[in-house]
């Protein structure tokens, strides 16, 4: 923007006086008004554009990040459910494990009660006789093998029990 001392010299060197020096400023001046009003419409249209262009970003990375969310809650739903999956497969395989457990307890219990039956029948026929009513002993007998009670017995050490016992009979048998 020329100053009005500038355009009043420039306008006198092209020989301009009075009125016609006077419209003269007058129009420059409304020359370089209409330009600066120009400029700073472009400048407010660079804006908007700008803005506008901001505003779409902004809702790109929005969306970007809501789908990023709901990514994230899928996968973790379906960890969640992998993992309800792996609790159920655990907790069947502890019921399984569980019942094949009271199965053996069960053969055990009725292994015991069979070789207790056997041994009181053997112990009949050789091991001791009858008088009356009373028996007595002849030959020494090992202890006899307790049966499980699921009541107060742990399975593992009735198990270890069970089979150490075998080992310790032939053992003592041997010598």
């Not at 001046?29 to 330009?35: A, W």
């Not at 970003?57 to 792996?86: G, S, T, V, Y």
């Not at 055990?108 to 006789?129: Q, W």
Request: hydrophobic share 25%.
């Amino acid at each position: 923007m020329a100053s009005i001392q500038t355009l009043k010299d420039f306008g006198e060197q092209m020989g301009l006086k009075g009125t016609e020096l006077r419209d003269f400023i007058k129009e420059q001046q409304d020359l370089d008004s209409k330009e600066r009003n120009r400029s700073r419409e472009e400048q407010d249209k660079q804006r908007e554009h700008d803005k506008i262009q901001q505003d779409k970003l902004d809702k790109f990375r929005l969306a970007q990040m809501e789908r990023e969310k709901e990514k994230e809650q899928r996968e973790r739903e379906e960890q969640d459910k992998q993992r309800e999956f792996e609790i159920e497969r655990m907790k069947s395989e502890r019921d399984k494990m569980y019942f094949e457990l009271q199965m053996k307890a069960t053969e055990v219990k009725k292994a015991c009660i069979v070789k207790s039956e056997d041994e009181e029948r053997e112990d009949n026929k050789e091991g001791s006789v009858a008088s009356g009513h009373t028996r007595q002993r002849i030959g020494a007998k090992g202890p006899k093998m307790p049966c499980f009670d699921e009541r107060s017995d742990d399975m593992d050490s009735f198990l270890h029990r069970f089979e150490v016992y075998p080992d310790s009979q032939t053992w003592s048998k041997g010598q």
